[in-house]
């Protein structure tokens, strides 16, 4: 059985006004049953991990509401940082903490917030990633690319390697251009990073020995006392000191030039439910092509002549729409948010915006 | 000092949800300023008449409404329907109950739920119409059409009458189709009727009497117990067994007939407030072209990259677009409109559905 590793961080923010800081998108039911984002992460584990395998790290702001959500999960498996450091030291916190249970665990590490289409394609994916781990390799789970996009990072493989599916991964490549991220799309040697890696931990952590050792050296120490009446000291002293840094950049990077990154093609319907265009494609949308999301959506939500369109439905009032096309329709206690769908990206400035006027309460 | 009559009916289905059947437009500040249309209405009457010599005429549903927002009326000039009769029932009551006052009095009957972009040119021409009044004519203002609207109906006349502006009017005619709207703006003899009546109550009474002998009957039965102790009791009993017909209908098409009706055309920026788009029309838009409705506007209302918006924001909530043109949003407390701007005048088919569905709390 793998250890999971569920960052729980980031608030979202294109997908106001449904995720907030203090409620940011994994903690809301997203896919159209009543299940968060992180909920259908950990339900997703089910073939792979178990709760006691499973550790998820997450802000102070949000590990009440993550204990609540995840009631399966031992206390101790939920890590808590005292302040944002960025993917690396929460990765290698949760690794040196299994390492301390077992030295040579597989972990799998999975964002909090993804939707993903086919899980059982996604469950037998990893799969393959973990024999790559067990031998010793870095592995990342790289998604076949449908599109020429922009707002991803991707992976720059070498040919297969034998019979399976495994393929070197020569290079981590930064959000491309239009014009590189097509060439990306044409070469059939380009996936799109999804941020899941899958590691023996003994090989993770001695990479970040070789590239970060401050950072090993800190995790260690913080690990050495987890569980202990030193955990929380010992955490206050080390974790401002962490450097702030993407695991992909810190490790992952470095240890593909070294070749000790391979990764295997996934095709499961991957999303990160980036924004709420990127939602409406990804779920099931009614006869008319809209997609409703709701507590009690049927009673809430009055559509006519419309389609196309993405409706959020919170507060319990009704919405009601006509006439219209392609438009995201959110609608919570305190805010509503009407946008064109081709301008779901933006919603971040007026959430900016908002942070200008020193409306906090509403962000 | 002209008797003014404003009858305050109508539930404005087409201004759903801010309009409700509790609380109609004429109730609702929908002109950027902080006065309901009805106040609005009786404010533009102050060069023409007084709180004392103006009667409104309302629905059970709406007389605490009306009485305290009109603080300035005496308690006697508002006349409350027991159920509702059309307006030839409405407005004979009025002038009845005037005739009881002053058997000579010139009255004008006004919309509650108008908006007049130019008052001042408005009472100028309502002054002219008083003169034609006071010849025994039973006066109309007509409205200069602008374009073929096919959603009203339209005064026929004859050629100017000596130097003034008074021209007859051969016939009434029904809301037409577009080709025939289309002839009648080209006809140059065709005026919008936006029933605005200018009339000495004992011509009209008189011309009742002729056509309508029942409801003359009727209204004079009530006229002469109102302010008695004997009003309720005589409202109770005669006014259910009033036909329900329009004065348009009931009066004035046999009047002009007659050769007894004549006009003024008028051309001071006349709006029936129909709907979201028309009401968007008539009001200022801000510098992007959009028009915001709202108590605290400013606060409760982000806009980005949007234009052609008609905005009300009721609720106290954040209303943010972004992206969108030719947009209507409306905010209340408990439902919310997403509506394209071409299909405003289907509103009214969302309140049909809600009415099928039994959300009387609604509508």
Redesign the interface.
């Known amino acids: 059985m793998l250890y999971a590793v569920i960052p729980a961080g980031g608030s979202g923010t294109r997908l106001w006004?449904l995720s907030r800081a203090g409620h940011p998108k994994f903690l809301h039911p997203l896919t159209g049953s009543s299940a968060s984002l992180l909920q259908e992460t950990v339900r997703r584990l089910a073939p792979l991990s178990t709760p006691e395998r499973t550790l998820v790290v997450t802000g102070v702001a949000h590990a009440t509401a993550v204990a609540r959500q995840l009631t399966q999960l031992p206390e101790e498996n939920i890590l808590v940082e005292p302040s944002p450091r960025d993917s690396c030291a929460a990765i290698a916190l949760a690794a040196a903490v299994i390492a301390t249970r077992d030295p040579e665990a597989v972990m799998g590490s999975f964002a909090a917030d993804h939707v993903i289409g086919d899980p059982q394609r996604w469950a037998q994916t990893v799969r393959e990633a973990v024999h790559g781990a067990e031998q010793g390799l870095l592995m990342t789970v790289g998604i076949t690319p449908t599109r020429p996009e922009t707002g991803y990072g991707y992976l720059q493989t070498g040919d297969p390697v034998g019979d399976g599916p495994l393929r070197p991964v020569a290079e981590f490549k930064e959000k491309p251009a239009v014009e590189v991220a097509e060439a990306y799309l044409r070469s059939g040697h380009h996936l799109w990073n999804a941020s899941m890696f899958v590691w023996r931990v003994d090989v993770f952590l001695a990479e970040l020995a070789r590239q970060q050792p401050d950072l090993y050296a800190g995790v260690t120490a913080i690990a050495a006392a987890w569980g202990t009446p030193a955990q929380d000291e010992e955490l206050g002293r080390v974790w401002p000191t962490l450097p702030k840094i993407s695991v992909d950049y810190a490790v992952m990077e470095g240890a593909a030039a070294a070749g000790r990154v391979a990764t295997v093609p996934g095709d499961f319907g991957w999303n990160d439910v980036g924004d709420f265009h990127t939602l409406g494609d990804v779920l099931p949308t009614d006869p008319a092509g809209n997609v409703v999301l709701g507590t009690d959506a049927k009673a809430d939500v009055?559509l006519?002549?419309s389609s196309g369109l993405v409706v959020v439905s919170q507060s319990g009032?009704?919405?009601?729409?006509?006439?219209?096309r392609d438009?995201i329709?959110v609608?919570t206690?305190?805010?509503?948010?009407?946008?064109?769908r081709?301008?779901a990206q933006?919603?971040k400035?007026?959430v900016d915006?908002?942070k200008q006027r020193g409306?906090e309460a509403?962000i």
Not at 317 to 324: A, C, D, K, Q
Not at 333 to 340: E, G, I, N, Q, T
């Open positions: 006004p009055l006519r002549d009032r009704l919405v009601s729409v006509l006439g219209m438009t329709v609608d206690a305190d805010a509503v948010l009407v946008c064109a081709e301008r933006d919603v400035a007026l915006e908002l409306e509403l």
